[in-house]
C-alpha cells in the first residue's frame, strides 16, 4: 500500500509486520462495506415516512416502526440496525428523536446500543411489550404507594400455576 514505508533491517523490531497486520485489517475492514458505506452485516429496516399529523410523540412514533421492522423479521436477534443518523434521514426527523426512540426500545429491552454507534437488535417485540407494561405497572404501583416486595408478592399469587410446575404449587 502507497505512503507508509515498510521496516526493515534488524533493527526495525518487526515493524514491518505490524504494517501488513495494519493493511490486512484494513483490506478485511473495506471488504465488510459495501458501496454505500454500510457494513455488509447491517439489517436494511424497510421504513415509512412519520405521520407528523398524528398526535402520537414524534419519537413513539419512531419506535413503532422499528418495533414494526423488527417483527416482520426485517432485523432478527444479534443482527445490527442502521444508525441512529440514518434512520433519521430516512424517516425525515432529527437524530435526536431517534435517539430517544432508541433508548425506549433499549429499555424494552429489544435493541443493545454498544460501544460507538453500533445498534442490534438483542430481543423480540412481544418481549418488549411485555417489559414495557412491566414498567407501566411500576409506575402505576408506585404511584399508589406499593413497595416492591408488595408488587412482587401481588405477581407471584397471580402467576399461572401450569407455568410455575408442580413443586410450586400443589394441584387438587
Same mark, same amino acid.
Given at each position: 500500500?502507497?505512503?507508509?514505508?515498510? *521496516?526493515?533491517?534488524?533493527? *526495525?523490531? %518487526?515493524?514491518?509486520?505490524? =504494517?501488513?497486520?495494519?493493511?490486512?485489517?484494513?483490506?478485511?475492514?473495506?471488504?465488510? @462495506? +459495501?458501496?454505500?458505506?454500510?457494513? !455488509? /452485516? /447491517?439489517?436494511?429496516?424497510?421504513? &415509512?415516512?412519520?405521520?407528523?399529523?398524528?398526535?402520537?410523540?414524534?419519537?413513539?412514533?419512531?419506535?413503532?416502526? =422499528?418495533?414494526?421492522?423488527?417483527? /416482520? #423479521?426485517?432485523?432478527?436477534?444479534?443482527?445490527? !440496525?442502521?444508525?441512529?443518523?440514518?434512520?433519521? *434521514?430516512?424517516?425525515?426527523? +432529527?437524530? +435526536?428523536?431517534?435517539?430517544?426512540?432508541?433508548?425506549?426500545?433499549?429499555? &424494552? #429491552?429489544? =435493541?443493545?446500543?454498544?460501544? #460507538?454507534?453500533? =445498534?442490534?437488535?438483542?430481543?423480540?417485540?412481544?418481549?418488549?411489550?411485555?417489559?414495557?407494561?412491566?414498567?407501566?405497572? @411500576?409506575?402505576? *404501583?408506585?404511584?399508589? %404507594?406499593?413497595?416492591?416486595? &408488595?408488587?412482587?408478592?401481588?405477581?407471584?399469587?397471580?402467576?399461572?400455576?401450569?407455568?410455575?410446575?408442580?413443586?410450586?404449587?400443589?394441584?387438587?
Amino acid at each position: 500500500m502507497g505512503g507508509v514505508p515498510a *521496516a526493515t533491517g534488524a533493527g *526495525a523490531g %518487526g515493524s514491518g509486520r505490524l =504494517i501488513v497486520n495494519i493493511e490486512a485489517s484494513i483490506i478485511s475492514f473495506m471488504s465488510s @462495506v +459495501n458501496q454505500n458505506g454500510r457494513h !455488509i /452485516d /447491517d439489517a436494511a429496516l424497510d421504513l &415509512e415516512r412519520l405521520d407528523r399529523s398524528d398526535p402520537t410523540l414524534l419519537h413513539e412514533q419512531v419506535a413503532a416502526e =422499528i418495533r414494526r421492522a423488527i417483527a /416482520d #423479521g426485517e432485523a432478527g436477534p444479534g443482527e445490527r !440496525i442502521p444508525q441512529a443518523k440514518d434512520l433519521a *434521514a430516512e424517516l425525515g426527523v +432529527n437524530t +435526536n428523536t431517534v435517539l430517544r426512540a432508541l433508548r425506549v426500545l433499549r429499555d &424494552e #429491552g429489544l =435493541i443493545e446500543m454498544g460501544r #460507538g454507534r453500533s =445498534i442490534r437488535v438483542t430481543g423480540t417485540p412481544e418481549r418488549g411489550v411485555v417489559v414495557a407494561k412491566m414498567k407501566e405497572l @411500576v409506575d402505576i *404501583a408506585r404511584q399508589q %404507594g406499593y413497595r416492591r416486595d &408488595e408488587l412482587v408478592a401481588m405477581l407471584e399469587s397471580m402467576a399461572l400455576p401450569e407455568r410455575l410446575g408442580p413443586t410450586m404449587v400443589s394441584r387438587q
